[in-house]
């Protein structure tokens, strides 16, 4: 049975206030699911408040990134060290923004990966492909080249400690979401490609949806066989919208 896991990607949004006030709205509604992991991941200027709040609750919080460096001189750089003393315990890396707009790479996102479970963080790697790619058929091809970089050199129990999350990036932000067959489609693809590294790893491993998951939609995509929750960018924003999709799990 695999682990199910709903992710708020909060983004570049929320003041300490904002933030609080939004955990507030999750913690006072039906945010709970027995059947589903819940974690957010606020800015990190919020992370030390959102810790304080989510203390002893059922939901988890994740950083939105990290560096692939220990300690030392990296100007404007975060550590896995100083995201778990901040109460951190997931951490999403490679995510399509940071690869479009910092340029980051898979091998980059495999030294983070690897930096974070050392740490003792769980990694969500985010892999997808853009329109462009999508409609040359290269789909395959690129996600299939991420899923071998960004996870190049793991053993199997390193593999059983991460998170994919598959996230087209046509579909981030854009409103348009992948249907649950175009998706699932993928998760398959992603799952026989990790068949290569580990099979045990691939049977275990979540594979989150992301891009324009609502409370609307959640219930299509969670229902297909290989999508084990969802990474929320938008839809998280909003504490009603968030819990439907908790509860579509
Ligand atoms: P979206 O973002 O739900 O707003 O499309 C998803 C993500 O970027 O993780």
């Given at each position: 049975m695999r682990r199910t896991i709903i992710a708020g990607?909060?983004?570049?949004?929320?003041t300490i206030g904002e933030t609080e006030s939004l955990i507030r709205g999750l913690l006072a509604?039906?945010?709970?699911?027995?059947?589903a992991t819940v974690m957010v991941a606020p800015p990190y200027t919020a992370l030390f408040p959102a810790s304080k709040l989510l203390e002893g609750s059922h939901i988890a919080l994740g950083a939105q990134d990290m560096s692939e460096?220990?300690?030392?001189?990296?100007?404007?750089e975060i550590s896995a060290q100083m995201l778990l003393t901040v109460g951190v315990s997931y951490v999403i890396l490679g995510h399509s923004e940071r690869r479009q707009?910092?340029?980051?790479t898979d091998s980059l996102v495999n030294a983070k990966t690897k930096r974070a479970l050392d740490a003792g963080l769980t990694p969500v790697v985010c892999i997808g492909e853009t329109l462009e790619q999508r409609e040359a058929g290269k789909t395959e091809a690129v996600v299939g080249a991420q899923v071998d970089g960004t996870l190049k050199g793991f053993t199997p129990d390193q593999l059983a400690k991460i998170v994919i999350a598959y996230e087209p990036v046509w579909a981030i932000g854009t409103g348009k979401t992948a249907t649950p067959e175009m998706a699932e489609a993928v998760h398959v693809f992603v799952r026989r490609k990790l068949a290569a590294l580990d099979s045990k790893a691939a049977e275990t491993m979540p594979i989150l949806y992301g891009g324009s998951m609502k409370a609307a939609n959640a219930s299509g995509l969670l229902g297909?066989?290989?999508?084990?929750g969802g990474l929320v960018?938008?839809?998280?924003?909003k504490a009603d919208e968030f819990i439907g999709i908790i509860n579509a799990v």
């Amino acid at each position: 049975m695999r682990r199910t896991i709903i992710a708020g990607n909060w983004k570049m949004n929320g003041t300490i206030g904002e933030t609080e006030s939004l955990i507030r709205g999750l913690l006072a509604g039906k945010s709970d699911n027995p059947k589903a992991t819940v974690m957010v991941a606020p800015p990190y200027t919020a992370l030390f408040p959102a810790s304080k709040l989510l203390e002893g609750s059922h939901i988890a919080l994740g950083a939105q990134d990290m560096s692939e460096h220990e300690v030392g001189a990296y100007t404007a750089e975060i550590s896995a060290q100083m995201l778990l003393t901040v109460g951190v315990s997931y951490v999403i890396l490679g995510h399509s923004e940071r690869r479009q707009y910092h340029a980051e790479t898979d091998s980059l996102v495999n030294a983070k990966t690897k930096r974070a479970l050392d740490a003792g963080l769980t990694p969500v790697v985010c892999i997808g492909e853009t329109l462009e790619q999508r409609e040359a058929g290269k789909t395959e091809a690129v996600v299939g080249a991420q899923v071998d970089g960004t996870l190049k050199g793991f053993t199997p129990d390193q593999l059983a400690k991460i998170v994919i999350a598959y996230e087209p990036v046509w579909a981030i932000g854009t409103g348009k979401t992948a249907t649950p067959e175009m998706a699932e489609a993928v998760h398959v693809f992603v799952r026989r490609k990790l068949a290569a590294l580990d099979s045990k790893a691939a049977e275990t491993m979540p594979i989150l949806y992301g891009g324009s998951m609502k409370a609307a939609n959640a219930s299509g995509l969670l229902g297909q066989p290989n999508i084990d929750g969802g990474l929320v960018g938008g839809a998280s924003l909003k504490a009603d919208e968030f819990i439907g999709i908790i509860n579509a799990v």
